[in-house]
Nanobody
Framework: QVQLVESGGGLVQAGGSLRLSCAASGRTFSSYPMGWFRQAPGKEREYVAGISKRGGSTYYADSGKGRFTITRDNAKNTVFLQMNSLKHEDTAVYYC????????????WGQGTQVTVSS
């Protein structure tokens, strides 16, 4: 089973930046399109961004367009989310998962990484 370990979250002021990382175990990482999701307090988990298996195509929810960039390094089994111009409403726990058409593919999740943006 693939394991997902997110990191890179923290407390940042509005307008600041963070780079999230998701390290995946298993030799099949490059077989999956990957995505980032987030869950704010009291809200359902939502899709943030996605990337194709080889990284040639990327997709973003409207909330992150122009501010977030998703990339991946298949040699290191890692997917990244660069977040710039952060807003208070970006505050959430961020998770990665395999993703297709904005839906998670794995039924399991990592522990996530907390992003808190102070206004």
């Amino acid at each position: 089973q693939v394991q997902l370990v997110e990191s890179g979250g923290g407390l940042v002021q509005a307008g600041g930046s963070l780079r999230l990382s998701c390290a995946a175990s298993g030799r099949t990482f490059s077989s999956y399109p990957m995505g980032w999701f987030r869950q704010a307090p009291g809200k359902e988990r939502e899709y943030v961004a996605g990337i194709s298996k080889r990284g040639g195509s990327t997709y973003y929810a409207d909330s992150g367009k122009g501010r977030f960039t998703i990339t991946r390094d298949n040699a290191k089994n890692t997917v990244f989310l660069q977040m710039n111009s952060l807003k208070h409403e970006d505050t959430a726990v961020y998770y990665c998962n395999a993703a297709l058409d904005r839906d998670p593919l794995f039924s399991f999740w990592g522990q996530g990484t907390q992003v808190t943006v102070s206004s």
